[in-house]
């Protein structure tokens, strides 16, 4: 998936799990493996943390669609949430929507930041701000989606 603004993007990805070996599979299918890039005016850099449990990674696509609906001023959307997970390196938020077209606040954190603002404990985030329109997050959802589907969370074993 790519999400990428006229300044400011991020292509994260899911690359397997955390420990895609680990007889129990409770264990095996507990976290996904993300990496990526990321850009922005001052430069780029990539990334690669078990930063999404393996029920977490399709809430990206699902906030995603609902930033679409809000973008395209759906009846039944609200404004979306502030899209978190357990770890702390990765957060979404709307920061704001007008003709179909929304601002995605992407806060990234701990494993996640650029090189020249490394950080030891969480809560001081770089972030990006990356203008959207609604088709373009559809499409993302559609890949993340695709991504996801090749690294199940495992709830058949």
């Given at each position: 998936?790519?999400?990428?603004?006229?300044?400011?993007?991020?292509?994260?990805?899911?690359?397997?799990?955390?420990?895609?070996?680990?007889?129990?599979?409770?264990?095996?299918?507990?976290?996904?493996?993300?990496?990526?890039e990321a850009v922005?005016?001052?430069?780029?850099?990539?990334?690669?943390?078990?930063?999404?449990?393996?029920?977490?990674?399709?809430?990206?696509?699902?906030?995603?669609?609902?930033?679409?609906?809000?973008?395209?001023?759906?009846?039944?959307?609200?404004?979306?949430?502030?899209?978190?997970?357990?770890?702390?390196?990765?957060?979404?938020?709307?920061?704001?929507?007008?003709?179909?077209?929304?601002v995605l606040q992407?806060?990234?954190?701990?494993?996640?930041?650029?090189?020249?603002?490394?950080?030891?404990?969480?809560?001081?985030?770089?972030?990006?701000?990356?203008?959207?329109?609604?088709?373009?997050?559809?499409?993302?959802?559609?890949?993340?989606?695709?991504?996801?589907?090749?690294?199940?969370?495992?709830?058949?074993?």
């Amino acid at each position: 998936m790519r999400l990428a603004g006229s300044a400011d993007a991020l292509g994260p990805r899911i690359t397997g799990y955390q420990f895609p070996d680990a007889e129990d599979l409770r264990k095996r299918y507990s976290w996904h493996m993300a990496e990526g890039e990321a850009v922005c005016p001052r430069g780029a850099w990539s990334f690669r943390f078990p930063a999404l449990t393996c029920d977490e990674s399709p809430r990206i696509s699902a906030w995603l669609r609902e930033v679409a609906d809000y973008a395209e001023r759906s009846p039944v959307s609200g404004r979306p949430g502030i899209l978190e997970f357990t770890e702390p390196n990765l957060r979404f938020s709307g920061a704001g929507s007008q003709r179909s077209e929304a601002v995605l606040q992407v806060a990234l954190d701990l494993g996640f930041q650029p090189p020249w603002h490394r950080r030891r404990e969480a809560g001081d985030p770089f972030c990006l701000v990356i203008h959207l329109m609604s088709g373009q997050l559809r499409s993302a959802a559609g890949e993340w989606d695709e991504e996801i589907a090749r690294y199940p969370d495992g709830t058949s074993y």
